[in-house]
C-alpha cells in the first residue's frame, strides 16, 4: 500500500513538472466543451490573468453568402496571423450575428490534427489537439457548411465565425476574433440565374409566354388602331 502511495505522488509530481515546464503537455487535447456557450469563449485553464484583444489573427472565408439549402457546398474558413503571431491552440465556432448564445448547427470539418468540438452537437465546433499543438503554426485551414436538415438551416440567419486562439498555454489567450459575416441567401438572384440558365423550365416559359402574348396584343392593338 505504501509502494503505491508512493508511486502516485511521484507520478503526479511529474505531471505538475510537465505542466511547468511545457504546459503544453496539459492542455494539448483541445478546449473544454464548457466555454462553448460564453460570451467571449474564454478557455479556464488561462493561468495569467486577463485576456488579449488585438489584430494579431483574424478569419478569413471563402465567400460571404450561403445556401441554407444547400448543405453539400462547403466555404473554406481559415485562422491566420497577419503579424506571423505562432500560435498552439484554438476553438472556433458559428454563431448568429448579435446572439452570441446562438450556435450555428452546421458542420465544421478539418484536417486530422483538429478535433470536433460538442457544442450542444459534435461538428459545430473545432478545436485543436494533441497533434496540432505539437508544432508552432501560423495558420489553419478548415471547411464549414450548413445542417442537411433545410428547415433548421433556415432559422440560422447571416451568421459569422468567433475563434479564440492561444499562443501558448501560460500566455493570456486571444478572444473575441470574428470573421467578416456570413449572409444567408433568400435564393432571389440564384432562383433568377437558374430560370435564366434553364430555359426548359416550365416556370420560366410561362414567363416568356407571358412577354410574346402581350407583345402580340400590341401588335394587334396597332393594327387596328
Avoid at 490573468?49 to 494579431?56: M, N, Q, R, Y
Avoid at 489573427?57 to 457546398?73: M, Q
Avoid at 440567419?157 to 501558448?168: E, M
Amino acid at each position: 500500500m505504501a509502494f503505491q502511495h508512493l508511486w502516485l505522488l511521484k507520478k503526479t509530481l511529474l505531471i505538475l513538472m510537465l505542466c511547468s515546464v511545457n504546459p503544453t503537455f496539459c492542455f494539448n487535447t483541445g478546449a473544454n466543451p464548457t466555454v462553448c456557450n460564453l460570451k467571449e469563449m474564454k478557455p479556464e485553464h488561462t493561468l495569467p490573468v486577463g485576456f488579449i484583444e488585438d489584430e494579431s489573427f483574424t478569419i478569413e472565408l471563402s465567400t460571404n453568402v450561403y445556401d441554407p439549402s444547400d448543405s453539400l457546398t462547403t466555404i473554406n474558413v481559415r485562422i491566420l496571423s497577419p503579424t506571423s503571431t505562432l500560435f498552439k491552440g484554438f476553438l472556433i465556432q458559428a454563431r448568429k450575428v448579435n446572439s452570441f448564445d446562438y450556435i450555428a448547427q452546421g458542420v465544421l470539418e478539418g484536417p486530422p490534427i483538429l478535433s470536433a468540438q460538442v457544442c450542444g452537437r459534435s461538428g459545430n465546433a473545432l478545436t485543436h489537439n494533441s497533434a496540432f499543438s505539437n508544432i508552432w503554426r501560423q495558420e489553419i485551414s478548415m471547411s464549414w457548411r450548413p445542417p442537411p436538415n433545410v428547415s433548421e438551416a433556415m432559422t440560422m440567419g447571416d451568421l459569422h465565425f468567433q475563434a479564440t486562439v492561444v499562443k501558448q498555454f501560460v500566455q493570456p489567450p486571444h478572444i473575441n476574433i470574428f470573421s467578416q459575416v456570413l449572409y444567408m441567401s433568400n435564393n432571389t438572384e440564384e432562383q433568377m440565374e437558374a430560370c435564366a440558365k434553364q430555359r426548359s423550365n416550365n416556370g420560366c416559359n410561362v414567363t416568356r409566354l407571358n412577354a410574346v402574348i402581350i407583345a402580340i396584343v400590341l401588335i394587334l392593338f396597332a393594327m387596328c388602331a
